[in-house]
């Protein structure tokens, strides 16, 4: 039974008025979708009754979707056929022509129903117009257009007027809604519906919107729906389907759903796994499917589109299905075809729908061969985003496209082509585009006027803003600046281009906007050159007297044929200045130098530009931190302990008191304890801001408070933070300690230990005689963090401290081995910080490194006199064989001072210039001939990086300085690593 067409009429409507309601950006989606779904409900058992009525009913609700069908009917031409299948006079068909007066608010397809609500068409509820009645004359119009594809021409033989005058026809048998719906159809302009081709699909048949994904068009995806249905009556999951439906030679395959990244962390949070990184072509999408028994016309080629370009593009001479995009070949630039994936091969025998892409990848390597000039597979880099490193491979990546002057890259997921699986990963097999225009401000041109504009009634109905005149904009540049800075001239303009604006902005201009508008035949105000590729397109309806301003971003520069000279290539209106005149705008001149330099920029071998595009790549996040930034400062700026830190703490003990050797141990002085901040940093310990002692009692008195703050973190935090990032250590309180010196305090004084004057703790040796301490003698720490300071355990020493016999220092060893947290004793400091940074205080990230400084870097007086003494670092080794010479004095010179335990383990960093090579090698080969071992036999690493850290740190502290350090903040080190010898 054939379907009215009066039925599409209501589901329209609805749409329609739905959308006006507003109700799109809160849940229109899901609004959408129960209407769709209950029409679909009611109208069941008609719709799926014939075959031919789905298809049908498809083709009218998306005519969109029938890129093969063209009919070469635009606004004008239907505009005058229904002016004559209705008889209109002079006045009736201008009012027909109503829908082009800037602010009428109306299309074509309103005037016709305002015509035929006015003076109806006598018609009986038995000759409705059906659905197949208005699909077969559809596509007759197709058939007689020689755009359309080769099926759609085939499969009528009717002449252009006979079809034309069957349309006039229909217009005298349909009502005034009916009329509305049907010119929308034929042109193709039922976007105010905003109908999902999914959601139109799964009303129908819940199998249906995969189906079409791999069979794009509705007579083929019907009848494989059908077949499936009697294979397998109870039905198949959803997630089998990818491997049941297989590709059809002479069907397009859907593409895949492309994405757009707008930053590092965009796209990481996209696809937070595998990716394939290639390089982007400037190229035209196709989709080649050829099958050598259909003789002459084996091959078949598809646009991006999905319409039938075969007679546009050249012929193959294999049988395989692929897509991929057509780009020319030029000797000169070694520009390739970029085959981009393989959907399928052979005629319904294999698919590789399901495969992964590294499969499929593989399989298209297996395929192609690779001849220059001809064909060669695209430039790939396989990079794991789910690693610590993933982010700064991608971004030295993009930064690397960007340098080299590419167009920029495609990121595809290690995913099947199409999963219809319901636990799918969400976007999961959708390539990404990462192109630097669509960062932040990186494709910004400069402000351009704008001269004139012109009205679209199509366009205006989008916008849905009551009265407006204007949806497209044409820009300029001014070519006679000094002229009219000098003398008042007329102003002179070059037509750029049109761009549009988004609603925002509209509404924007509206308010704001002084344009002073005047009709374009009388303008006199302004000269303007209008190029011939937009003269013949169509020309501005008013000139603005005084132009408005347009801060235009672009992707590119472009020449067109019929231009001849540079234009941006898809340009995007970003901001509107209405504080700036035409005179502040960018200049003809100055447009075509921005884009000469721009394509003809060489490729730089320096790395200072890619350096500089990683940075910026960086604070292009969001918020402006790398997405990787918390993750480099927690890697970087903490030191864990570690069994090697114990092992070589028991070596060295051992070494420092042989049983045979008399050792005294001296009692620390009065210490204030300090509690740990809640900061990031935190977890490294705080150094107290000291008056100037020896190295032996500084250290000391900081492993002690390291205990005590561990104990009395201010905050659960800091404790949370501490447990998770060490291992959980014994720790030694003050009473405890107290009780300890009380105990050593009541046994008898040693006669040497009347003497007044103080001897420095570095000389103290085991023959030196203990010295009294007075107890007025204190440390105080000033907390950066000015947070509240918790109450605070303290002791005061006794003014003498007698000597301790082999028992004291047996049970006092015992104590202090049982607490690793308390050293009571430190090595030699190599080349670490011999004093506190001058910017950041214990925060510095230098603390706790010992420094080889390259020869070259050695001599920068930038590095040795400003920047590593502001850190309090005066000493460093230029010589790799020094760290040698200092481990074997450190071990001697503590095995004589009866070292208990030593200070956990510094980090050795080497500062090199990484541009020379060759000096950098023979650094590394120097490194690694010494051979530099771990107390535990492992080798020992050592860090490497360019020396512009250094600048940076010193950057980064300084515009830290007064504030807690936030972790967020992007690390320098990540960024000039150079690697681990």
């Known amino acids: 039974m054939p379907f009215s067409f009066a039925h599409v009429c209501d589901l329209l409507d609805q749409l329609q008025q739905q959308q006006q309601q507003q109700q799109q950006q809160s849940g229109d989606r899901n609004v959408t979708r129960r209407i769709i779904s209950s029409w679909f409900a009611k109208h069941r058992h008609a719709i799926k009754q014939t075959p031919a009525t789905a298809a049908a009913l498809f083709s009218t609700l998306l005519p969109d979707t029938r890129t093969d069908r063209v009919y070469g ?76 594809s080769h099926t759609v021409r085939q499969s009528h033989r009717n002449t252009g007027c006979e079809n034309k005058e069957t349309l006039g026809e229909l217009y005298r048998q349909v009502h005034a809604r009916e009329a509305k719906w049907l010119t929308r159809i034929i042109l193709k302009q039922i976007q105010l519906t905003a109908l999902d081709p999914s959601i139109v699909y799964g009303s129908y048949d819940a199998r249906l919107p995969f189906v079409a994904r791999v069979q794009e068009s509705f007579e083929v995806a019907l009848t494989s729906l059908r077949e499936l249905r009697a294979s397998n009556p109870l039905g198949i999951g959803t997630q089998n389907l990818v491997h049941v439906i297989k590709p059809i030679l002479g069907t397009k395959v859907g593409r895949q759903t492309w994405l757009k990244g707008r930053s590092i962390k965009h796209c990481i949070g996209l696809h937070p796994k595998r990716v394939s990184c290639e390089k982007k072509m400037d190229g035209e999408y196709c989709q080649v499917h050829v099958d050598l028994s259909k003789g002459s016309r084996s091959v078949q080629i598809f646009s991006k589109s999905g319409k039938d370009s075969t007679q546009d593009r050249a012929v193959a001479s294999r049988r395989y299905l692929k897509g991929g995009s057509d780009t020319p070949f030029s000797q000169n630039t070694q520009i390739c075809l970029e085959v981009r994936r393989s959907s399928g091969h052979s005629k319904r025998l294999s698919s590789l729908l399901g495969i992964r892409q590294t499969d499929r990848f593989n399989r298209l390597r297996e395929l192609i061969m690779c001849r220059t000039g001809h064909a060669e597979l695209v430039h790939r880099q396989v990079i794991d985003l789910s690693l610590r490193q993933g982010a700064s491979d991608l971004r030295r990546a993009f930064a690397e496209s960007i340098t080299h002057r590419e167009e920029g890259l495609v990121l595809k997921p290690d995913d099947p082509y199409f999963d219809f699986s319901k636990d799918k990963r969400s976007f999961a097999g959708c390539p990404i585009k990462l192109k630097k225009e669509y960062i932040g401000n990186f494709g910004d041109v400069g402000d351009f006027a704008v001269i004139g504009a012109r009205y679209d009634p199509v366009k205006a109905q989008e916008y849905n803003v009551p009265g407006l005149k204007w949806t497209h904009f044409y820009y300029g540049c001014l070519t006679n600046k000094e002229d009219v800075q000098r003398h008042q001239t007329k102003p002179k303009f070059m037509v750029v281009d049109t761009v549009e604006v988004n609603t925002t902005m509209m509404k924007t201009v509206l308010i704001h906007g002084n344009t002073l508008e005047i009709p374009f035949l009388e303008n006199a105000c302004l000269e303007l050159q209008i190029p011939p590729r937009i003269a013949s397109d169509k020309l501005p309806t008013v000139i603005f007297r005084e132009p408005l301003v347009f801060d235009i971003r672009c992707f590119s520069f472009d020449k067109p044929g019929n231009t001849g000279f540079w234009i941006p290539r898809f340009p995007q209106v970003s901001k509107v200045h209405f504080d700036r005149t035409f005179m502040d705008t960018m200049t003809f001149i100055e447009l075509q130098a921005a884009a000469e330099e721009a394509k003809n920029m060489p490729i730089m071998e320096d790395s200072q530009e890619l350096l500089h595009w990683i940075s910026l790549l960086e604070g292009a996040d969001p918020r402006g931190v790398a997405v990787d930034a918390l993750t480099q400062s927690t890697v970087t700026s903490l030191l864990t302990p570690s069994p090697r830190r114990q092992s070589r703490t028991s070596q060295l003990s051992s070494i420092a008191s042989p049983n045979n050797t008399p050792t005294k141990l001296c009692r620390a002085p009065s210490i204030a304890l300090f509690t740990i901040s809640a900061s990031s940093e935190a977890a490294e310990p705080q150094h107290p801001n000291t008056q100037p002692c020896s190295t032996r009692e500084s250290n000391l008195r900081q492993q002690i408070q390291e205990a005590e703050g561990l104990k009395r973190g201010s905050t659960e935090d800091c404790v949370n933070r501490a447990d998770n990032k060490r291992p959980r250590r014994n720790t030694l309180s003050a009473s405890a300690f107290s009780e300890h010196l009380h105990w050593s305090r009541t046994r008898p004084a040693s006669p040497q230990c009347n003497s007044s004057t103080r001897q420095p703790l570095s000389n103290v040796c085991n023959n030196s005689s203990p010295v009294g301490i007075t107890s007025s003698q204190s440390f105080s720490l000033d907390s950066p963090t000015k947070q509240k300071q918790s109450a605070r355990s303290s002791y005061i020493a006794p003014s003498s401290f007698p000597v301790m016999t082999r028992r004291e220092i047996d049970s006092s060893r015992n104590l202090v081995s049982s607490t690793s947290s308390v050293r009571a004793a430190t090595l030699y400091n190599p080349s670490a910080t011999d004093g506190s940074c001058q910017i950041a205080g214990h925060r510095c990230k230098m603390r706790n490194r010992e420094i080889l400084l390259a020869p070259c870097i050695a001599n920068q007086l930038l590095v040795t006199e400003s920047i590593l003494p502001a850190h309090g670092i005066k000493s460093w080794v230029t010589d790799p064989e020094n760290w040698r010479q200092s481990e074997l004095s450190h071990v001697r010179d503590g095995a004589l001072r009866g070292v208990i335990s030593p200070p956990r383990r510094r980090r050795k960093v080497c500062f090199v210039e990484r541009r020379r090579v060759e000096a950098t090698r023979h650094l590394v080969k120097q490194i690694q001939a010494l051979d530099l071992r771990l107390p535990d036999g492992e080798r020992e690493s050592v860090e490497m990086y360019d020396w512009r850290v250094l600048e940076d740190i010193d950057q980064y502290e300084k515009s830290s300085r007064g504030s807690s350090p936030a972790s967020a903040k992007s690390n320098p080190w990540k960024k000039w690593w150079v690697g681990l010898v």
């Open 73 to 148: 009917i635009q606004a004008p031409s239907l505009q005058r056929i229904v002016g004559r299948a209705l008889c209109l006079g002079s006045s009736r068909f201008a009012h027909l022509r109503r829908y082009e007066n800037p602010g009428s608010g109306e299309d074509l397809a309103d005037c016709v129903a305002g015509i035929l609500t006015e003076t109806p068409n006598p018609v009986s509820k038995l000759d409705q117009v059906t659905v197949e009645e208005i699909d077969a004359l559809l596509n007759g119009l197709a058939a007689n257009c020689r755009f359309s």
